[in-house]
């Protein structure tokens, strides 16, 4: 039973390049999550996603980062004209359902390290 | 204020001994979760432990083991017998239990930086 799968999983960019994270969640679970983690920083949320539906967004920065949760294929969070801040290490988790707990834990991928050089 | 506090930037501990990794908690939520997650030098977060707000027990997965004191708004990781693929970071999280959302974030801790040496 294949864990969260996340590529690519390191990625090199110019400053003001695209970046495309994609994760493709565990068998069975239709929920998304994407979290930044900063040098020496614990994980941030970002983004929740459903299929074809954002839940909740709040943890994205406004402008440059999109993230979407096609009917079919894998998540994907897009960072555009990318900045030298921007270099973090991006992690996909998923779970089963909405409500997290005993049962319902949230598994993370390996993580998506981006490098804007 | 910090909702989660992990006091313990790093910590030393001899293989076989147990060691305690530090969190403390902030929340104005009667009904949350507390999750442990490592992190290896390799990167992937794991998935450890968790404990529900309203359970009478402390959890406990193999090693690990979490002790809970919902008083004192803290959820230590207690890991028995420590091994050197033990050395890791280590994050606590908490899921909160906000009526009409919210119940799906995590929010995570700066980390413990465990050595376990020979």
């Known amino acids: 039973n294949a864990g969260v799968m996340q590529n690519p999983r390191h990625l090199v960019r110019r400053r003001g390049q695209e970046a495309r994270l994609r994760c493709s969640p565990m068998k069975g679970h239709s929920h998304v999550y994407w979290y930044r983690q900063l040098p020496e920083e614990g994980l941030k949320f970002m983004v929740y996603?459903?299929?074809?539906?954002?839940?909740?967004e709040s943890g994205m920065p406004k402008e440059r980062f999109s993230a979407e949760f096609p009917k079919e294929g894998p998540s994907i969070l897009r960072i555009q004209q990318v900045v030298r801040g921007d270099s973090a290490a991006y992690f996909c988790?998923?779970?089963?359902?909405?409500?997290?707990?005993?049962?319902?834990?949230?598994?993370f991928g390996e993580g998506s390290w981006l490098t804007v050089v | 204020a910090q909702k989660i506090t992990q006091t313990q930037p790093g910590m030393f501990v001899q293989e076989k001994e147990a060691v305690t990794l530090d969190c403390t908690y902030d929340?104005?939520?009667?009904?949350?979760?507390l999750f442990w997650y490592k992190q290896p030098s390799s990167g992937e977060m794991i998935f450890l432990i968790y404990q529900g707000s309203y359970d009478e027990q402390n959890a406990t997965e193999g090693r690990y083991s979490l002790n809970f004191q919902k008083a004192r708004k803290s959820a230590n990781l207690v890991i028995s017998a420590s091994q050197l693929g033990d050395s890791a970071m280590y994050f606590c999280?908490?899921?909160?239990?906000?009526?009409?959302?919210?119940?799906?974030?995590?929010?995570f801790g700066k980390g413990t930086l465990l050595t376990v040496n020979p």
């Open positions: 988790a998923s779970s089963p359902q909405m409500k997290l707990g005993i049962g319902n834990t949230i598994y």
């Open positions: 996603l459903q299929k074809e539906n954002i839940i909740d």
């Open positions: 929340t104005s939520d009667q009904s949350y979760g």
């Open positions: 999280a908490m899921r909160e239990g906000k009526s009409g959302g919210s119940n799906y974030k995590l929010t």
